[in-house]
């Protein structure tokens, strides 16, 4: 059973370009995660997702961030326009419902 | 708001000894996860303890919650180098519908 699974693992974007951050939750796992990491920060929640709903997008920036999880096929985390404080490390994590969280590796995304 | 809160912030101990890391929350849970983060990678789930356990072992890991205190200890016995990184307490909520809250970690560092 693969773990979760995330790519880019890094990404370079100038200001103002888009970033999609993909995400596929381990096998069985309808729920997951996004976190971000800025540098020398903790991790913070952004959004928690299940197959094809939105459940907490408390912690999502409310402009230009966006995040889906359809019926088929990877969470997707897309940031428009990025700027420079948009670089940071994004984890997702997915779970099966109560209890562990599995993370995926990460993508760094870098906005020059 | 971060449910977790690591103390202390950044400890270094010798090669051999015993590491200490505690965890505070704020609000009721159905479990307390503890995490390592290596520089560079994802975060490593180390152990789960449930809010009816009080103590659990894992090969040298030892972990403690008192939900009264609200609070957790990490102890990692006979430290080694490879032991360097940030370890990470998370909380699964009761209030919450499973999100995961981290705090900001504690910065680990063996010395040879």
């Known amino acids: 059973n693969a773990g979760v699974m995330q790519n880019p693992r890094h990404l370079v974007r100038r200001r103002g370009q888009e970033a999609r951050l993909r995400c596929s939750p381990m096998?069985?796992?309808?729920?997951v995660y996004w976190y971000r990491q800025l540098p020398e920060e903790g991790l913070k929640f952004m959004v928690y997702l299940q197959k094809e709903n939105i459940i907490d997008e408390s912690g999502m920036p409310k402009e230009r961030f966006s995040a889906e999880f359809p019926k088929e096929g990877p969470s997707i985390l897309r940031i428009q326009q990025v700027v420079r404080g948009d670089s940071a490390a994004y984890f997702c994590?997915?779970?099966?419902?109560?209890?562990?969280?599995?993370f995926g590796p990460g993508t760094r995304l870098t906005v020059t | 708001s971060q449910q977790g809160e690591e103390d202390p912030q950044a400890l270094s101990i010798q090669e051999g000894e015993n590491a200490t890391m505690n965890c505070s929350y704020k609000t009721s849970i159905n479990n307390l996860q503890w995490y390592r983060q290596n520089s560079g990678r994802g975060l490593v789930h180390l152990i789960l303890i449930r809010s009816n356990e009080r103590e659990k072992h894992s090969g040298r890991l030892r972990v403690t919650l008192d939900t009264s205190k609200k609070s957790s200890s990490l102890l990692i016995t006979a430290s080694r180098a490879a032991d360097t990184a940030s370890y990470f307490c998370?909380?699964?909520?009761?209030?919450?519908?499973?999100?995961?809250?981290f705090g900001k970690g504690t910065r680990l560092h063996i010395l040879p």
């Open positions: 096998k069985g796992h309808s729920h």
């Open positions: 998370a909380t699964d909520g009761r209030d919450r519908d499973d999100k995961i809250i």
């Open positions: 994590a997915s779970s099966p419902g109560l209890g562990q969280n599995y």
